[in-house]
């Protein structure tokens, strides 16, 4: 006897027929478990959600930024300096301007004595003399200031001081000759024995005594509007020759063969160059 099969009552599922010309299939529905009923949708246009990532900031080292300052600065001193010496090299082509020049006229000798105590402990040193001392400015477009000046006299070979003095403060205006005569240079002073030893041989030299004349005052110098700092500078006249005067009677020192130097006195604290 053959079995006969009914068809069931429950219809079956069957595949959603795919969307023509592209379009969104058809969603499926599947039961769960908890006999709960739950829709998947897909959506090709959807986006991950936007999940803002911490930024970072990152920190140049510092030795960058010294190594750039220091650059910077090395690059900018090298420019300010290579911009001085343009201006100094067209300056010295435009007005090729000189140092002053000094010339020791004459000296007098009124006292230099040197006399020796009984018990030969200390020597006594007075002294007196009288120059003539002229500046000149041999430049055209250049005037110089002077600060008053200290005037020294030593002696040449021992260095030993003999006395001092001071000019005025004056102006030396351009191809301006300037004459200073009647500067008193004098001292009253005692001295060790040693150097007392070392001056006395000079006194005695019957061709005189070597000495030398020295200057140092600051100077302004002026072109035009532009005025420059002050400036140290030192007058040194050497080659004179003196001799001790018998009496009353003043003896004139020989200074035909004196010649005089300006050099610049540069100080860096404690030393002056």
């Not at 000019?167 to 001292?187: D, Q, R, W, Y």
């Not at 020295?214 to 002026?222: G, N, Q, R, S, W």
Request: net charge positive; charged share 20%.
């Amino acid at each position: 006897m053959s079995d006969k099969v009914f068809p069931s009552s429950k219809p079956t599922a069957t595949a959603a027929p795919a969307a023509a010309n592209g379009g969104v299939p058809a969603s499926t529905n599947a039961r769960t478990n908890g006999g709960t009923t739950k829709t998947h949708l897909y959506n090709p246009t959807s986006r991950p959600p936007y999940r803002p990532q911490p930024h970072h900031r990152r920190h140049r080292p510092r030795r960058n930024y010294c190594g750039c300052c220091c650059f910077w600065t090395i690059l900018s001193f090298l420019i300010i300096t290579l911009l001085f010496a343009i201006a100094g090299s067209v300056m010295y082509v435009l007005y090729h301007p000189h140092r002053p020049s000094f010339t020791l006229a004459s000296l007098r000798i009124h006292r230099l004595n040197l006399t020796t105590t009984a018990d030969s402990s200390s020597s006594h040193l007075s002294t007196l003399f009288n120059l003539t001392i002229s500046s000149k400015n041999p430049n055209s477009h250049l005037s110089f200031s002077y600060d008053p000046s200290v005037v020294s006299c030593v002696s040449s070979n021992s260095d030993v001081f003999i006395g001092n003095g001071t000019l005025p403060e004056f102006v030396s205006n351009s191809k301006n000759a300037t004459t200073f005569k009647g500067v008193v240079v004098a001292t009253s002073s005692d001295l060790d024995a040693e150097t007392a030893n070392n001056l006395r041989p000079d006194l005695k030299k019957k061709n005189g005594i070597s000495l030398k004349v020295e200057m140092d005052t600051k100077v302004t110098v002026k072109m035009g509007g532009v005025e420059s700092d002050k400036i140290g500078i030192r007058v040194s006249c050497d080659g004179i020759k003196g001799v001790v005067p018998k009496g009353k009677s003043p003896s004139v020192a020989n200074v035909a063969g004196a010649k005089c130097r300006v050099d610049l006195r540069i100080k860096i604290w404690k030393w002056n160059f």
